[in-house]
T-cell receptor, first 112, second 116 residues
Framework: KQEVTQIPAALSVPEGENLVLNCSFT??????LQWFRQDPGKGLTSLLL?????REQTSGRLNASLDKSSGRSTLYIAASQPGDSATYLC???????????FGKGTKLTVNP | GAVVSQHPSWVICKSGTSVKIECRSL??????MFWYRQFPKQSLMLMAT?????????EQGVEKDKFLINHASLTLSTLTVTSAHPEDSSFYIC????????????FGPGTRLTVT
């Protein structure tokens, strides 16, 4: 059974700092890995999707990497801003199923 | 592109009544739709997977008779919470996937259900 773990559970940083969020998964047979952002009381906003054959994806100040063999992914946020404050969720699909398995998220607070 | 909507965005109902939540893919045909439930400060838990024209596949522990899912067209799936109780109060989110190899799911904005 696939399990996804995100560390840390919460992170508070000053504005402008670069930061890394971590995601690990137990079954390396994945189709893809997605990073989402969720604001309080809101739905999910997809940030980056990495296919199993890819090593990384970039969008603006965000860069996500994937090391399938070790079951790890990182989300790098450059020059953080208060507007980046949200919960970041990592999810993987695979193992013969298209179902997404989510981690519990990292709650990020960027202080002005 | 790839927009998914949900209606209503929030609903309050009394115990014992039934509530229907709609999930629509606005600009693509969704061969598969998923329904998730999220408790406060918890992550998303998959409730069921539905394919257009087929019966939904429910995850272990999810009551089929309580959470009725219908996926009658390639753009619409509905979740009906029957005989709702306060413990059914939660945030319900749907996602949709179009046919193809990417397996990417597009998520709706969620529906906040409060049962009084």
């Amino acid at each position: 059974k696939q399990e996804v773990t995100q560390i840390p559970a919460a992170l508070s940083v000053p504005e402008g700092e670069n930061l890394v969020l971590n995601c690990s998964f137990t079954d390396s047979a994945i189709y893809n890995l997605q990073w989402f952002r969720q604001d309080p009381g809101k739905g999910l906003t997809s940030l980056l999707l990495i296919q199993s054959s890819q090593r990384e994806q970039t969008s603006g100040r965000l860069n996500a990497s994937l090391d399938k063999s070790s079951g790890r992914s990182t989300l790098y946020i450059a020059a953080s801003q208060p507007g980046d404050s949200a919960t970041y969720l990592c999810a993987v699909s695979g193992g013969g199923s298209e179902k997404l398995v989510f981690g519990k998220g990292t709650k990020l607070t960027v202080n002005p | 592109g790839a927009v998914v909507s949900q209606h209503p965005s929030w609903v309050i109902c009394k115990s014992g009544t039934s509530v229907k939540i709609e999930c629509r893919s606005l600009d693509f045909q969704a061969t598969t739709m998923f329904w998730y439930r999220q408790f406060p400060k918890q992550s998303l838990m998959l409730m069921a997977t539905s394919n257009e024209g087929s019966k939904a596949t429910y995850e272990q522990g999810v009551e089929k008779d309580k959470f009725l899912i219908n996926h009658a067209s390639l753009t619409l799936s509905t979740l009906t919470v029957t005989s709702a109780h306060p413990e059914d109060s939660s945030f319900y989110i749907c996602s949709a996937r179009e046919a193809g190899p990417s397996y990417e799911q597009y998520f709706g904005p969620g529906t906040r259900l409060t049962v009084t």
